[in-house]
Structure formats: C-alpha cells, structure tokens
C-alpha cells in the first residue's frame, strides 16, 4: 500500500519517518510544501492519482496560535481548504484520510473537565476555528477518515521545545515560566507510534471517526520547563514560576483542555504513557514504597535522579502511609500507584505502560509478630505477590526486541532467611569487624559465626519462610529465565517513619504515653542494626552497580542485646523531653516471649564494602539520636497511625501476654 504523508518535516511527519525506517509493509510518499502544495487542489488530485495513493496522514498546518490571530486567511487556507483538496482527492481513489487535529477546537470548557469527541467544539480563537473547519470539511466530503485531535506535541523535532532548550543551555541566568496554566505536554513520537501501529495492522479500516490522544497525566508548563532543566542538567538558569499575565496570549482559554482518551484505548486497546515517561532515562517501580524502608528508597532516587522516573506501586495496607512521602509527593518525576502486586494482571499493565526498565521490590508483610499470628497472608503476599511481579516482568521484558538487556530485578529480603546464629559469646567479646555504623561505645559481638551470602537458609519463623521463599523463586528467575535479577538480605533497619509495630518505634512511643514496655524473654536475643538510610543508600549503589545474579548481605557490624538497645532508647528518650536518668526504667515489664524467637542475626557485609565500596554514613549514637528526635518532633504523625485498628492491634498482642 502507498501511503503519503504531509508535512514530512514537522514534528509529526518527523516521527512517523521514523517509524517507517524501523521497517513497515507499506510505502510511504513523505512531503513537504516543497514538493507538494496542499493548496493546489489539481497539484494533489494529480499526486494521489498518479501514486496510487490509498492512504493520506495529513501532518500539515498552520500550527502558530498566536499568528494566525493576525494571518487569518492563510490559516483558513492552509487548515481547513488544503483538508478538503485532500479529502477529495483521496475519496476518488476509494482511500482513507487521516488527519491531525487538535484541542484547541475546545476553549470554552470548564477547567480540567476531560473533554469527550462527541462534545461540541467551542474555539476562542482562529487557531481552533480554521482546525474545527478542516474537520468539517473533511465530514462534509464523506471521505473515509479518522481524526485523531492531540494535545501539545513536542519532540526533538519541535521548534517551541527546541527553543526551551536552547534558552536552557544558553547562559541566561533566568526565565519566567507561566505556572497556572496546565495541559499535557505530549510526546510527537508516542503518537506516531499510535498511528503507525494502527496503520500496520489494519486497524483504520472499520473504525473511522475522531479520537482524542494526548499523553497521561497534567502539569503546568512551569513544572515541565523545570523537569527539562533538570535533564538537561543545568542548574545556572533560575527558573521562575510566573503568572500568565504577564504574558498576555491574543488566544484566551480557561485552561488547556484536557483531552478524554477512553475512545482511543477502548477502540485499539492502547496503553498511553505518562508525559514524563519519554523524558527519561529509566522507568522504575518501587514496591511497597509507602512502607518504612520503601519510602526512603523512593526519597533518595526521587531526588538523586530527576531523569528518572520513579513509580511506586503500593497497596497502602495497614503499614503504607503516603505521609511519609509528603515532601516529595508533587514533584514531576513522581508517581504513586494503589495497586496489589499479587494482582498479575495489574502488574503486566503498569510494567507495560511505563515500559519498565528496573523493579526494586520492597513490598511485603514484614512483621514476624504477626505471621505468626497469620501465616497465609504472608504466603500471599511475599510468595505468591513475588511471583506475580517476576512473571509479569517476564512477560513484558521477553515481548521486546532487547529482550532483558538493561533491565533489572531487585528484590529486597532479610536477614532472618538465614535462621539464628548461636549466641557463644552471651558476654560479649570484642567486634572482629565493624563498619561506620558500628557503636563507638558498645563494640560487641556475642559470638563468633556471622551470616554470610553463602550461609545455608534455614528460616524459623512463617515471615522468614515467606521471604526465603520468594528469594528462592526470583534466583530460579534467573537461573531458568535469564531474568537479571540481584538480592539483597540485610538486618534490622531502625529510623524515621518505622510503624509503632516494631521494637524501636513501639518503644519511643510508649515511653511517651506512659505504657507498659513489653521485652520478650530475657530480652536476651539480639539483632544487628542499621539505620534506614544506609540500608537505601546501599539499594541505590547495588541497584546501579551490583553484579547480576549476586546476593549481597548489608548489615553494620553494629550487634545489641535487646534489653540494651532499650536502654539506649530509654536513655534518650528521657533526656529529650527533659526527664531525670532512669526516669523510664520503671516501664520495663518482661513478657511471655515470641514463639520461636530467633536468639542471633549478625550480618557480615565485607562483601558489599570490599566489592562495591559501601560504608554507611552514621555511626549508631548519632542514628539512634535522629531517630528519637524524628519521632519526639513528629508526634502528629504517630498519633494519625496509632488510632483504631492499631489500637485493636496493640490490644490482640499484647493483652494477655
Ligand atoms: P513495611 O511493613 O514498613 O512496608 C511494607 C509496604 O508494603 C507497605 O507500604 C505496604 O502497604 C506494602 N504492601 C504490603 N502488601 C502489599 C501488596 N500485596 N501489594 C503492594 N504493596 C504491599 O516494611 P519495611 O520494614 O519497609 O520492609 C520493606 C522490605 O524490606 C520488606 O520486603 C522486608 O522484608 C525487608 N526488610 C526489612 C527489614 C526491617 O528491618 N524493616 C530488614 C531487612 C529486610
Ligand atoms: P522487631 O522490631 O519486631 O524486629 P524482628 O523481629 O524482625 O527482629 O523485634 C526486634 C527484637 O525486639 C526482636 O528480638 C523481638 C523484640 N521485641 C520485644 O522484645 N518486644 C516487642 O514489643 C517487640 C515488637 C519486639
């Protein structure tokens, strides 16, 4: 089939060029006004007829909003007359038209209201007006045809982006950018790719009529003017929010219009990506990142790397909370997705339409107290969610062209998979080893075996059964599928935004409310411990720099007895709110103890430290000082999560123990 595409060197034309050169069944005629005058209506009629041309992509138009306000017979010409020659022309060789209109034929709609193609155009300026009669034209000459209207387009190919750009690179030391103004800035190429895949499979013949397309997702051109910054790495240019006022349009619309894209996806069954998503360098999902350990890891790489985009996909169970990414909830390459990742039809989706390139897989069921009481939702969701997320990965990365090339799995586990280690030395003997987060004042180890990455699994509890499970499935992963995958087991993370379930976080809490602080045992067994941020500051180098099919172990040489982390936490909690010493002791209430309580976990990392260089980068006197500040000065955050569920929780636990 020869196909004939107008206006060649525009955005569009550009991109379906590209498409073609990817390899196509078709032939395609690429114009530009030099070659083909769409304004001669004999000059067209003689090239579709003597191509035998079957399909016209009508790219062409007279695009400046602002300018047609003053040339608006040309754009009338050009938008509206050249449409009908081709519609025309085209009808005589029994062919389809396809032509790109544009939102502007709304205006008058209410502010971010989606707008449906069967709604009626309401253009506030020449622009929309000489489009709306091109579509009319096209109507009234009952040719074949599909519309397809489009937000603003920009690609490399754009003379409004290039010209963002090259004020970006250039020394100007700031610009104004109209803030309240919003729209979707969308990606040339992702409609090309539409169109082109449309074409190639046949999918225009029966489903003629208008579609709206435009990428997900709305933000105003401040925010994208700020993301293309951040790319282009220039932080010389103050990018100032202004007001549209100042700079008056002769073109006025409440708001760009917000196109209603059900039609188009419902019709070709398309996934449309988010404005963002061509803009970077790397899609990746995060689980669980609404948890404690989680929301640190999207913190960090939010921040760190602005080219990337980073989607967190989180069921919000009883220990997801979005408060703690309030500080970086609205920045633009950001997104949170509610979604359970034991749904595997959901998972193929977002892995889809986000064209993932990494998965750090944090979500899970993290509480031993708690699978003890309930072990099948712990198989659930850290076995079977595990699966469901490693197969849909499977699916999708093994449906393209690179196949696992680049692409990554990163599962996040445990320590406790390992079992316990015998507690040789209950004393204490000096660390053999240690790292900057190991206690200047309290330098033990309470024996002399450590977990190594070699170290057999044997898990005691139903949370480490679930999680050793899910290790083991994600490695066959690899071992089978060639999946890239990588694991990490670390130790007992503590610091901000721990739910008040866990040792450190129950604890502070407690001593501020009065409570009872229930030890289990003797408060004998002990556990190695890292502060939060060390533990994503590792996942962020192993993520980039870590060797496929390797475990690696991340701990701090930093071992306690449980009863003596207590006493550390007491200690400064008492001096913060300004009680006298041993003020809290008397809150110590020795329980019944866990069943099954693992007596030792001590991580050796020199793995991680040798190989990668990872030291972490606080020491536990200063950590442990953070975290009970964070959680003194943080109070309204505790009290929104330890209200009614979390108090019939407390109550099931800890009543009659
Ligand atoms: P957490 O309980 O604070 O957070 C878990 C998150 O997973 C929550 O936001 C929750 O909403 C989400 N989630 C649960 N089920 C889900 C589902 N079916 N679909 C989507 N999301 C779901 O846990 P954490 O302490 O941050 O631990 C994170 C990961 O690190 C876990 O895999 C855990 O096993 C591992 N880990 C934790 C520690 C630790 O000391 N906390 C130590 C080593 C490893
Ligand atoms: P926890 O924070 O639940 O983490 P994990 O079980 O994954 O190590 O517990 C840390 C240690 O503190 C563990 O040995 C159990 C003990 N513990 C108590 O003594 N009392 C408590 O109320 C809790 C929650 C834990």
């Known amino acids: 089939m020869k196909i004939l595409v107008t206006g060649a060197n525009g955005q569009l034309g550009n991109c379906l060029r590209n498409c073609s050169e990817r390899g196509s069944k078709d032939n395609y005629i690429f114009t530009d006004v030099a070659e083909l005058d769409i304004t001669n209506a004999e000059a067209v009629k003689r090239m579709v007829k003597d191509n035998d041309i079957e399909l016209i992509i009508n790219c062409a138009a007279y695009t400046n909003v602002d300018k047609a306000e003053d040339d608006a017979e040309f754009a009338e010409t050009l938008n509206s007359d050249a449409v009908r020659n081709l519609a025309e022309a085209i009808k005589d060789n029994d062919g389809t038209l396809i032509h790109i209109s544009t939102d502007y034929v709304f205006g008058k709609e209410p502010y971010n209201v989606p707008c449906r193609e069967d709604q009626k155009g309401t253009p506030t300026g020449v622009y929309g007006m000489t489009k709306l009669h091109g579509e009319q034209a096209i109507a009234a000459s009952g040719v074949k045809s599909l519309i397809f209207r489009t937000a603003w387009l920009y690609s490399e190919y754009g003379k409004n982006f290039v010209k963002t750009m090259l004020s970006l690179t250039s020394t100007k030391p700031t610009l104004k950018v109209v803030f309240d103004q919003t729209g979707t800035p969308t990606y040339a190429q992702d409609l090309a790719d539409t169109i082109f895949d449309i074409i190639e499979n046949r999918r225009y013949k029966d489903n003629e009529g208008i579609y709206h397309y435009s990428n997900e997702g709305v933000c105003s051109w401040y925010d994208f003017t700020k993301m293309i910054a951040e790319i282009a790495g220039n932080d010389t240019c103050d990018i100032q929010p202004c007001h549209s006022d100042e700079f008056p349009s002769k073109v006025t619309r409440p708001s760009y219009s917000v196109l209603d894209k059900t039609k188009i996806k419902e019709t070709f069954g398309i996934k449309v990506p988010y404005w963002t998503d061509s803009l970077k360098t790397c899609n990746i999902i995060i689980t669980g990142g609404a948890g404690f350990i989680g929301s640190h890891v999207v913190r960090l790489f939010v921040n760190k790397y602005p080219d990337y985009h980073i989607i967190n996909v989180d069921k919000l169970t009883y220990a997801g909370n979005l408060a703690n990414l309030a500080d970086i909830e609205n920045k633009p390459n950001y997104t949170f997705i509610k979604a359970d990742i034991c749904d595997f039809d959901r998972m193929l989706e977002l892995i889809r339409q986000h064209n993932i390139d990494g998965i750090i897989h944090l979500a899970a069921e993290s509480h031993v ?63 053999p080893f240690t790292t900057t987060a190991s206690s200047k004042e309290h330098h033990h180890a309470y024996g002399s075996e450590f977990f190594l990455e070699t170290t057999k699994y044997n898990p005691h509890s139903p949370y480490s059964a679930s999680k050793a499970s899910s290790d083991h499935f994600v490695r066959a992963y690899h071992d ?94 008492d001096r913060l709110l300004g009680n006298p010493e041993g003020h809290s002791d008397e809150l110590i209430t020795y329980v019944t103890d866990r069943a099954g309580h693992d007596l030792r976990y001590a991580i050796d990392s020199r793995k991680l430290q040798k190989e990668l260089g990872w030291e972490p980068s606080l020491q536990f006197e200063e950590g442990i000082e953070k975290t009970v500040r964070w959680y003194l000065d943080n109070q309204a955050w505790m009290d929104n999560i330890t209200s009614g569920e979390y108090e019939r929780y407390y109550d099931d636990m800890y009543k009659n123990r």
């Open 480 to 573: 089978t599928y060639g999946m890239p995958t990588i694991v990490t087991n670390c130790s007992n993370n503590y610091g901000p935004y721990q739910f008040p379930e866990k040792l450190i976080p129950l604890f502070i809490n407690n001593i501020r409310h009065r409570k009872p602080l229930p030890v289990y045992g003797k408060g004998e067994n002990v556990r190695d411990w890292l502060y939060v941020v060390d533990h994503a500051r590792a996942i962020d180098l192993i993520f980039h720099k870590g060797n496929v099919a390797e475990t690696y172990n991340i701990g701090g040489f930093n071992e306690w007895k449980n009863i003596d982390i207590i006493k550390v936490v007491i200690r400064t909690v």
């Open 369 to 431: 107290d708690r699978s003890i009481k309930d072990p099948f939702t712990f198989a659930k969701t850290n076995v079977m969610g595990t699966l469901s997320l490693l197969q849909a990965a499977k699916v999708h990365w093994e449906s393209l062209p690179e196949k696992y090339e680049g692409k990554k799995f990163y599962h996040i586990s445990t320590d406790e998979v390992y079992g316990a280690l015998e507690l040789t030395n209950p004393e204490g003997i000096e660390s």
